[in-house]
């Protein structure tokens, strides 16, 4: 399955966003440092995120980022396709007329793949930004 850590990484900041959302905007160096991830990357992650009207930021000396939406209404889909990231387990394109191979039909177990594909799209649908707040909540009491 190939889905790279800017996928990941998107949706770990956007939890600790919907987990702290009561503290006012939060600073890309808090969730930096709460996630172990780059700073640096941080802001490339969320320039998009802006950009696809997820999170909005608050300029001044107590600025950062907030949700835009509220986590009930954000799917983890949602953020994955914000930060250009597809999940994918074909190497080849779904309706390619050269195949998997390069030839000219599907490989043997391209059904099977492709199946999966839908399984895991369908589970990142369903999945809100909610359910990860509230299953990381129950976990620390």
Avoid at 23 to 46: H, K
Avoid at 101 to 114: E, G, Q, R, V
Wanted: net charge positive; with cysteine.
């Amino acid at each position: 399955m190939k889905l790279t850590t800017k996928g990941r990484y998107a949706v770990m900041a956007m939890a600790d966003l919907a987990l702290f959302k009561d503290s006012g905007p939060i600073n890309l160096t808090d969730i930096s440092l709460r996630q172990n991830i780059s700073l640096a990357y941080l802001e490339q992650i969320f320039i998009k995120l802006k950009k696809n009207n997820l999170v909005k930021s608050i300029r001044g000396a107590k600025g950062g980022y907030v949700l835009e939406i509220s986590p009930e209404n954000i799917k983890i889909s949602n953020i994955i396709a914000a930060v250009d990231e597809k999940v994918k387990t074909l190497n080849c394109k779904k309706d390619s007329k050269k195949g998997c191979n390069n030839k000219f039909s599907k490989c043997i177990t391209h059904n099977l793949w492709d199946e999966l594909d839908q399984h895991i799209n369908s589970f990142f649908e369903k999945v809100k930004l909610q359910d990860l707040v509230k299953k990381n909540q129950n976990l620390n009491k």
